[in-house]
């Protein structure tokens, strides 16, 4: 009986370790002392690592001296009852990946705190997107912005365009003036064209000429 219950638990304790060792994350466990015991996980092997150059190790030979603080941090809290869960840059071959930690107390059987159990897992893809739906939305509040701006630069122009219009309509093309007022109006139909491009940024409206056109020619 007593054989049967030791090939029973073994044959258990395979089948979680095969199960552990299956997911993209790495398990590891720590004693009171902050030293890894046991460490799991394909993680490890996809990023270059082997389980050897973490088992019997602290937290801060791990990580190093300048990384150790924010770890050792979160292993006290676990060790005092704590559920801590943060993130981290962690350096590979691969480049700087977004790391996220959650740590347990890992208790005995009377309830005592033994060690720490933890949960590492690579959320770097998850960062990146968020940072580039960051990134549209604020080129999204630029373009609305812009938008705004030509829209009230267009009125503007627009009064400008009236104005000149009725000067060179009251003068003679002869007039000094005229030529004055030819400028004017000219100058707003150069305005009003950088509004359109300004207006097609902030997806107000499709901009169909190439920037190098021409201003439109007065009617």
């Not at 705190?113 to 998850?126: A, E, F, K, N, P």
Request: proline share 3%; aromatic share 6%; charged share 30%.
């Amino acid at each position: 009986e007593r054989t049967v219950t030791t090939a029973a638990l073994r044959s258990g304790e395979e089948r979680f370790r095969v199960l552990v060792e299956s997911i993209d994350d790495v398990v590891f466990r720590l004693d009171r002392e902050q030293r890894c015991v046991d460490i799991l996980g394909r993680w490890i092997a996809r990023e270059g690592f082997r389980a050897d150059q973490f088992l019997g190790r602290t937290t801060r030979d791990i990580v190093g001296p300048q990384d150790a603080p924010l770890h050792e941090r979160a292993n006290l809290r676990a060790l005092a009852g704590e559920t801590v869960t943060y993130e981290w840059l962690l350096h590979t071959h691969r480049g700087a990946r977004h790391m996220q930690t959650t740590l347990s107390p890992l208790r005995g059987a009377e309830g005592e705190i033994t060690g720490i159990v933890g949960l590492g897992r690579d959320i770097t893809d998850r960062i990146e997107a968020e940072q580039q739906i960051r990134q549209a939305q604020k080129m999204e509040a630029v373009g609305r912005f812009a938008g705004g701006v030509a829209h009230d630069l267009n009125n503007m122009m627009m009064i400008i365009v009236g104005f000149s219009d009725f000067l060179l309509s009251t003068l003679e093309q002869h007039d000094p003036r005229w030529s004055d007022a030819d400028e004017i109006r000219k100058a707003a139909e150069r305005a009003m064209h950088l509004t359109r491009q300004l207006l097609g940024f902030g997806r107000q409206r499709l901009v169909a000429r190439d920037p190098t056109d021409e201003a439109p020619e007065r009617p």
